[in-house]
C-alpha cells in the first residue's frame, strides 16, 4: 500500500474510480435529499421490523452476554458470527461494554442493569492513569461518564477528571495537537471523540487548560485531516518540533487519498460535540460538510462500505455497520442544531431502519447485537473485516436512546 502523497499508480486509479462514483452518488444535495424523502415515503407504507422489538433484542443479547463475559475482561468483537474475544482493561475498546450496561438502564429504566454497569465500570479505575494512548477518552467517559449521570457518584467525577489530564500529557503545544499513537507524531481523525472527556472535566472542577487543549486539536484537525469535498484523511504526521505536517496517510481504509467511512462517521459526531460544547460554528459547519459527504456516497441500502471509495471490483466488499451505527448517533444531534437542513430526518430513519432490518444478529450465534461491523478490513484476521464490534454495539443502543428523544421531538416540531 502507498501510504505517501506522492502519485502512484493506485492513487491514479483511486482517481478514475472516484469519477465513476461521482456519477452513481454525487449529485446535489438537494436532489439526494429529496431522493431519500421519497424513498422514505414508499418505506412508510411497508410492515417494518419495529424499533421497540430492536430494542428489547440488543437488552436480550446484552443480558446473555453477562453470563459470558468475566467481571475484568471485557469485548471487542466477535469471532465471525461466534463469541465475544475478550480484553485486558487496558485496550481501547473497554469502556464501550460498560457503556452498553448503562445505557441498557438508561433504555430500559430496569435498575437489574446499575449493578452490573458498576461491577464492569469500576474494573476500569486504574486507567484514569493510563496515559499510552489517546482512547482514554473513550474509556473512561463512555464508562464512568455515563454512570456518573446516574449516580454523581464523587469518586467516578475524581476519575473523569484525572482521566482528563492523563489524555493532556500526550499534548503537544508545537502542534496542537494529542499524539494519537505512539512512535511517529501520529493524529487520526477518530481522536476528535476522544476531546469530549476534556471539555466535560473543564466545566466540572478541571483546569481551564483542558478546554484549551481541545479546542486547538480540533482547530488543527479541521486544518488537516478534511479536505475541500468534506472527506477527510485518516492519519495526519506531524513533525513534533516544528508542528508542521509530514505525510497524510491511512491505517485503516483503502489508499492514502480516500475517505474510511468509520473515520468519516468519527468526524462527524467529534464535530456535532465540539459544536455543543464550544456553540462555535466552525465546528457545526465542519460536520455538516462531513455529514453530507457521507450522506451523498451511502449505497442504496444506506450502509456503508468500509470505505467510501473502495473500487466495485475490489475483492474486500465489506460492510461497516460500526460506521452506520456512529454516523446515525451522531446525525441525531445534528439534526437538533440544523433543522432546516433539508432530508436529515429520512435519512435517520433509513438507517436505523437498514439496521435494524438488515443487521441484527437475530437468528445467528453471534454474541453481538449488530453484524458487518469492519473493525480493520486490510487486516489479516477475517474477524477483523466481518464481525459484530462493541463500538457499533455501542452506538446503536445510544442511536435508540436518541431515537425515543427525536420522535418526541418531531411531534412538538
Known sequence: MNNGLSPSPKKSRLCKMREKRKNLYLIPFLVIFANVSCRHAALSKKNTTSFQKAEHYALAQLRNSLEKIPVGRFPIRTKGLGAWELTLPEVWTSGFYPGCLWLAYQLSGDPFWVTYAQKYTEQLNDQQFNTGHHDVGFMILNSFGNGYKYNKNADYKSIILQAANSLATRYNKNVGCIQSWNGEFQVIIDNIMNLEILFWASKNGGDKRLYDIAVNHAKKTIENHLREDG??????VYDPATGKVKEKRTAQGYSSGSTWARGQAWGTYGFTMCFRETQDKTYLNAAVKMADYFIAHLPPDFIPFWDFNLPQDHPKQYKDSSAAAIFLSGLFELR??????????????????????????????SSGILLHGAYNANSDNPYDRDASTIWGDYYFLEALERHMDYSESRKNE
Do not use: C, N
Open 336 to 365: 437538533d442544531y440544523v433543522k432546516t437542513r433539508p432530508g436529515y430526518d429520512d435519512v435517520i430513519e433509513h438507517i436505523l431502519e437498514a439496521l435494524v432490518r438488515d443487521y441484527l444478529s437475530m437468528g445467528t450465534e
Open 231 to 236: 472527506s477527510s484523511f485518516h492519519v495526519v
